[in-house]
């Protein structure tokens, strides 16, 4: 049995028997010290039943027909409970027992830039732990931050590492998922935000900047002592290239010096 990130996550097992016979039932675990604990109940606020320290047995007074317990794990790697039987009385010498082999581990998604820029490179690893286990088929996914998920595959390979650069600005989640042990498996949700370009980028761009002056100039030389126009567009960016740009610019009306001056954009 495989359980994937459920770290400080409790586990439920059932514990079934048939048994009628005179005797007790008893439940070992083990593994590495402190990787696993069992409990009585749904919480650590239950009773301990088990830690995995010398591997002595935890002894039930009395077993019903299903007793539910709660596996806890707080460290990837295996373990193995057993549950058995063994008779006192009239039933001396009958004992059975039965185990389950457990290897809990972890898929982690690192993200190396949760706010960046766009054309700025993203850099994503997927981690799987213990790293002896078999891990293939990487599968990176990527959504628009809402309500519903949509998840959409951005990328897919062999290679736990994914590079990407930001050509859209918002705010995204992304999730990886990978086969462990021929398992699939997924990584939790990771936040990243790709902003447009600061004011100190578009400022510094010296061909940007020769448009808007060449504008101004033209907005300077349409004004008179008795009105006024202004001009207007979006500012562009080719995340091919980098290139900046502008769209074709909107010339406003000539209105009186003192009037309120609206301009509609075109081009987008």
């Known amino acids: 049995m495989n359980l994937c990130n459920l770290w400080k996550k409790l586990v439920p097992f059932y514990l079934l028997s048939d048994a009628l016979l005179d005797g007790n039932f008893h439940l070992t675990l083990g593994g590495e010290p402190g990787a696993f604990k069992v409990w009585s109940g749904d919480s650590t606020n239950s009773t301990l039943l088990l830690a995995i320290t010398n591997g002595n047995p935890h002894f039930f007074a009395a077993m019903d027909a299903e007793t539910q317990v709660w596996l806890e794990v707080l460290k990837p790697g295996p373990c193995e409970i057993t549950y058995g039987f063994t008779g006192e009385g009239s039933a001396e010498g009958i004992s059975f027992t039965d185990t389950i082999n457990i290897t809990a581990y972890g898929v982690s998604l690192g993200i190396s830039n949760t706010n960046l820029t766009l054309l700025e490179t993203n850099v994503l690893t997927v981690t799987v732990f213990p790293n002896s286990l078999s891990a293939s088929n990487y599968v990176f ?128």
Not at 188 to 197: G, H, I, M, N
Not at 204 to 227: E, Q, V
């Open 141 to 268: 996914e990527i959504s628009r931050t809402n309500t519903p998920l949509n998840w959409y595959q951005w990328h897919q390979g062999e290679d736990n590492v994914f590079t990407n650069t930001a050509r859209t600005a918002g705010h995204f989640k992304v999730r990886a998922s990978v086969y462990v042990n021929g398992e699939k498996s997924y990584s939790d949700v990771e936040d990243f935000e790709a902003q447009f370009p600061s004011w100190n980028a578009l400022t510094n761009d010296i061909p940007l900047m020769a448009m808007f002056d060449a504008m101004w100039a033209s907005t300077l030389a349409a004004t008179t002592p008795t009105g006024r126009r202004e001009e207007g567009c979006y500012i562009t960016l080719n995340t091919t290239n980098g290139e900046y740009g502008k769209t074709a610019h909107t010339p406003g009306y000539v209105v009186d010096i003192n009037s309120v001056i609206n301009i509609r954009l075109v081009g987008i």
